[in-house]
Each structure stands twice: as structure tokens, then as C-alpha cells.
């Protein structure tokens, strides 16, 4: 790949964009947001890089907005129209003031209002809020819904810097995955926030939440952002973030970005967590009270590197952000736990790669690549855990013919070279074997199968060993279990949540009476978990041996958080009971309008709705 990427922009399968010939560098984003009709408005300055000879118009993905006029930055009107609607939106195609050379700039300004539906906005109403006073706004670009609030060429191969001025009502405080300049008084008892972005990011990471929240310090350059409700919760859970974010330095090199803050979002939130620069999102069903799920912020700090400062030139290659950070995720963790417990991470993750394969291998096994082909194929419908754990499986076995000192100066250059900027598989492959060649055999090197790791469906080729000590504990118990046999509490002493998890999964894998579910529950009582993980491995479970006593509990856990990672799964288990499906699908009608809509729209289709 050239340094800028060329060669792959015409490739983006989900994006109008005419990067070949212009691409965008820089967005100046004046917005208001209006809580009563749902709408974000006002105008974005899009200023962009000639790449040909000459380039006659700008091609931006937009999705559902009202466009009421484009115009130069001093005000000369520019022709325009909207093209014909892709599945991913539409293209607004801007006709430049005159011909833009290679290497020159253009700016131009384009009005226009969101649609209250877009699909990267969730307008909550106060009673979604924990504080239930004020509404709250959140987006979520990822992947492809930058497009339904900011007329942009929404692919990761556009980086570029941004400003912003948003308007909210003065009772609300707003934030961006930018560092905040700024707030003043508005009209009619409005705020004026203003933010800037100096490092050139990917449209997906452009972010923007609003509400009634308050902040806490939890480190020289983070503090905590949430509702007043779950402020002390989250400044405990989220103690060790320098501690992450140092040994993350160690692993990657300097964290580049300024802050590393933390929003905790409302329950509707779709993710675990999203990385947004110097501001991650996550959800509140992190909030255990024992910091066991705190690996997922040691997840979104790892990506501060592996994709936010070294992006996926296309969703095709999403691997590279997720199996690099699951990565990097397991070398922070190893850091702070040791190995012992890093190590049952990956035993979990490749459990979970196991499960999401073999759903797909049913549906759509071409999704089982690490490097599938998304033409006509909305990224939100290929995510899964294959990018991320098939992704790790490779780089865990690449480390292992590299060897772990060699390994770390390799990824230390990978994101040196490529820092603010966009790669692809194959540079990933010619940089590891120039890099390998003099310092592993030549026939070790050959035995690499590159083909099948990226383009082979199903299960990684290789099957990598992982440290099973604590696996083992759990194995021997979960038998007992299985057998029939009485077991106390006594032998968990000592236990933390992700050897609970295993041992669910274990249990999830053997045919368990609801008798022995029942019991289960009455011994551990993981229905009553503030331990999200544990709640919903146990929920699977008891839908699994049909155990009816438990489906209220599983049905109100759904409807009251929205985090995809348990709604899916939990919703499909249901669907996949006759007895249960009527009340699955009665529990989403009834509370469809509480999730996001990327989820929405996902858990519909689960259900056949």
C-alpha cells in the first residue's frame, strides 16, 4: 500500500465516497441539538484534498438528512443533488466552484438537519435516564452511521481532524471524542460547547453525547463522566485506568491523545464499550461493584492504538482494530493479573468464537473469514467475535513462531508506521515476514498459511495452547456439577468473576436438568449477580433446560439493559424455545422503542420479526 492508502479507496464496499479523486481532511461541525423533535442542526464546513489531476465534485455518504443548501464558506451557492438511496444511505454530490488539483484544498458548507430517526442517535427521554429529570442524547457511529449525522465520506480510509460547536439546552452538559475548548451562554438559556480533534481520526469516531452528568477524577489525565447516580460506582470500578493506560505506553508507545476520559452511558447503550478518542463510551452493566469487567476499558484503551491511531482502510479488514486490541487488551491485563488469569480470557474468548461459528457457519459462513467480503453486506450484520478472537488466535501464533521480545518490537514499528493513517492485511503480512525473515528459519516462515488464516471459513487452522491452570479448577467443578454430585460454595472460595464464567460456559455446553439449574441458582445465586457476565451466562442456561421459574428474571434482565452483547444472544435462546418465543418476542415489541436502534433493527431480525 502507498502511504496514503490509494490503492484500496475505490474499495470500500459501504461508502460512496470519491476518495480517488478528493478526500476529506478536516470537518468544522456548528450544530444544535433539539430535544424536542429529535433533530440535530445547523452546518458542517467540509474541507478536502484534491488525489487526481483534477477533481470537478465532491461524492459524501449522508443517510436520511434534509439537506437545505451548499454553499462555499463565503456564502456562493454550489449545485448539488442527492443520488438515489444505496442500502447504506445516499450520495450527495456536491459540484466543486471550480477543478481541484492533486494536493490542493477545498472547503464547503453544507446546511442541513438530521432525521429524528437517524441511526447513529438515540434521543433518550427522561424516563431512560437513571436521574429521570432530563433527556440525553449518545451516538454511535460505528461503523457506518456517521453518514445519518454529518454529511461525510464515511469510511475509516477518510481521517480527519474536526472542530465542533454544539448547542444544548443550558441545563445539559455536552461531550465529544474531542478535547473540550470551551463553553459560553447561548440564546434562550442554551450552552455553546466547543471541541477540537487535532489528530486525524475515521468518521466512525466521531461522537457526541448530552445530559445531566457530573465528573469525578481517577487519574492525572482521566476523570469519569456519568449520571450523578452512577458517579461513585463507576470512580471505584474505573480506579485503574492509569495504571491501564501506563502499561498500554510500555506495550505501544505514548499515548498521543491528551485525555483519557470515561462517559458512562444509559442502560440502552448498544456496546460494552466504544472507543471514541479521548473519550470512551461504556455501558452501565459494567458497573459490578468488583471491578471484574474492567478488562473492558483495558479493551478501549488498547485502542487509542490498534484502530484509532492505526484504523482498518475497510470493515473487510476490521481484524486488524480487533485482533490488535484483543491483543494488546491481554497484554495490559497480563501486566496488572498475571498470566495465569490473562490466559482464561483467552480460553473465554475462544469459547465465544466457537459458539459465534457455528451460528454463522448455519446463516453465513463467509462471515466465519477473518477477512470476509462485505460487498452488499452491512458491517452491522457481519459483527461477531471472529475479527476479535480469530483475530487474537493469529497474532497469539504469530508471537509464538516470532517469540514475545521480537513480537513486541514488531507492533511497536507496525504502529509507528502506520500512526495516524490506514492498512490493510497484506501491508500486516509484508511487514511480519520482512520483519521475521532474519530471525526465524525459512521453512518455519513458508509453514505460515496466510490464505486460510485470512480467507479460510470456520475455526482458526492453528489450535494455540493457552495456560489452563484456573481452567482447570473450573473444569473439575463445573464435572461434579454435570455428575450430579453435591457441591457447596466453600469450593469457590477465592474465585473471581471469569472463573465463574468459564464454569458456566462449561455448564452451558452440557445438557443440565432445570432441577440442576434450580439448585445451581440456590447455591450460587447467579440470577441475582450484580455481575452482568454471570447473569446472563445463568439466564442462557435456564432457557437452555427449560427452567420457566427463571424466564420473568430473563425477560426484565433484557429489558433493562441494552447492551447487544446479552439482549442478542438472550433473545435468540428464547426464540430458539417454542414455549419461550411468544413472550420473547411480546418482552421486544413492548420495549423495542428502550434499545438503540442498531439494535433494534439487529434483535428484530434474530427474532424474525
Not at 442524547?137 to 472542530?163: E, G, M, N, W
Request: hydrophobic share 40%.
Amino acid at each position: 500500500a502507498t502511504m496514503c492508502g490509494c490503492k484500496h479507496q475505490a474499495m470500500d464496499p459501504n461508502s460512496v465516497g470519491n476518495l480517488t479523486e478528493i478526500k476529506t481532511s478536516h470537518y468544522d461541525l456548528v450544530l444544535t441539538a433539539n430535544f424536542e423533535t429529535h433533530v440535530l442542526s445547523g452546518h458542517v464546513d467540509v474541507t478536502a484534498i484534491g488525489q487526481a489531476e483534477s477533481a470537478t465534485k465532491l461524492v459524501l455518504d449522508i443517510k436520511d438528512e434534509t439537506i437545505s443548501s451548499v454553499t462555499t464558506t463565503n456564502g456562493e451557492s454550489l449545485t448539488w443533488e442527492v443520488k438515489d438511496p444505496t442500502a447504506f444511505g445516499q450520495s450527495l454530490e456536491i459540484n466543486l466552484p471550480s477543478s481541484v488539483a492533486k494536493g490542493e484544498k477545498v472547503t464547503v458548507r453544507v446546511h442541513y438537519e438530521t432525521s429524528s430517526t437517524a441511526s447513529a442517535a438515540q434521543w433518550l427521554t427522561p424516563e431512560q435516564t437513571a436521574g429521570k429529570k432530563h433527556p440525553f442524547l449518545f451516538t454511535q457511529c460505528q461503523a457506518i452511521h456517521a453518514r445519518s449525522i454529518v454529511p461525510s465520506q464515511d469510511t475509516p480510509a477518510a481521517k480527519s481532524t474536526y472542530t465542533a460547536k454544539i448547542t444544548v439546552p443550558g441545563s445539559l452538559i455536552a461531550l465529544m471524542s474531542a478535547i473540550s475548548t470551551g463553553v459560553e451562554d447561548g440564546e434562550n438559556g442554551t450552552k455553546v460547547y466547543s471541541f477540537k480533534q487535532e489528530i486525524p481520526i475515521p468518521s466512525y469516531l466521531i461522537a457526541l453525547a448530552a445530559g445531566d452528568i457530573v465528573k469525578k477524577d481517577i487519574g492525572p489525565r482521566s476523570c469519569v463522566w456519568t449520571e450523578e447516580a452512577f458517579l461513585d460506582a463507576s470512580a471505584d470500578d474505573f480506579s485503574e485506568t492509569e495504571r491501564f493506560l501506563q502499561i498500554a505506553e510500555d506495550v505501544c508507545g505514548p499515548y498521543i491523545w491528551g485525555r483519557y476520559d470515561i462517559l458512562v452511558l444509559p442502560p440502552s447503550f448498544p456496546y460494552g464499550g466504544m472507543e471514541n478518542p479521548c473519550l470512551t463510551f461504556v455501558t452501565p452493566s459494567l458497573l459490578s461493584g468488583d471491578k471484574s469487567n474492567a478488562g473492558v476499558v483495558a479493551h478501549e484503551i488498547a485502542h487509542s492504538w490498534t484502530g484509532n491511531l492505526v484504523t482498518n482502510v475497510t470493515w473487510e479488514h476490521f481484524w486488524l482494530n480487533e485482533g490488535f486490541t484483543m491483543f494488546v487488551e491481554r497484554k495490559i491485563l497480563t501486566g496488572i493479573y498475571g498470566k495465569e488469569k490473562a490466559h482464561l480470557g483467552m480460553v473465554l474468548g475462544y469459547h465465544s468464537l466457537k459458539e459465534d461459528i457455528d451460528f454463522f457457519m448455519v446463516k453465513a459462513a463467509d462471515l466465519t473469514k477473518l477477512v470476509p467480503s462485505l460487498k452488499g453486506i452491512d458491517p452491522d450484520d457481519a459483527f461477531s467475535t471472529v475479527p476479535y478472537e480469530k483475530g487474537f488466535n493469529f497474532l497469539f501464533y504469530l508471537e509464538g513462531i516470532l517469540g514475545e521480545e521480537n513480537f513486541g518490537v514488531l507492533l511497536k514499528a507496525w504502529l509507528k508506521k502506520y500512526a495516524k493513517l490506514t492498512a490493510d492485511s497484506e501491508d500486516w503480512k509484508k511487514m511480519f515476514l520482512e520483519f521475521a525473515q532474519d530471525k526465524v528459519s525459512a521453512e518455519v516462515l513458508a509453514s505460515i498459511d496466510w490464505d486460510v488464516w485470512y480467507k479460510g471459513n470456520g475455526l482458526p487452522p492453528v489450535t494455540n495452547v493457552f495456560d489452563d491452570t484456573l481452567q482447570r479448577q473450573c473444569q473439575a467443578l463445573a464435572n461434579k456439577w454435570i455428575a450430579g454430585e453435591e457441591s457447596t460454595v466453600e469450593e469457590t472460595k477465592g474465585w473471581f468473576g471469569s472463573q465463574f464464567e468459564v464454569f458456566l460456559d462449561i455448564l452451558g455446553e452440557a445438557s443440565l436438568s432445570k432441577e440442576t439449574v434450580a439448585k445451581l441458582d440456590s447455591v450460587y445465586h447467579f440470577s441475582a449477580s450484580t455481575n452482568m457476565e454471570l447473569k446472563f451466562r445463568f439466564f442462557l442456561l435456564a432457557i437452555k433446560s427449560g427452567y420457566e421459574e427463571a424466564i420473568p428474571a430473563a425477560l426484565a434482565f433484557v429489558s433493562s439493559i441494552g447492551r447487544m452483547k446479552y439482549v442478542r444472544p438472550t433473545y435468540r435462546a428464547l426464540a430458539a424455545k417454542e414455549e419461550f418465543k411468544p413472550k420473547a418476542c411480546e418482552t421486544f415489541t413492548q420495549f423495542k422503542g428502550f434499545y438503540h436502534p442498531i439494535c433494534s433493527t439487529l434483535v428484530a431480525k434474530d427474532l424474525g420479526l
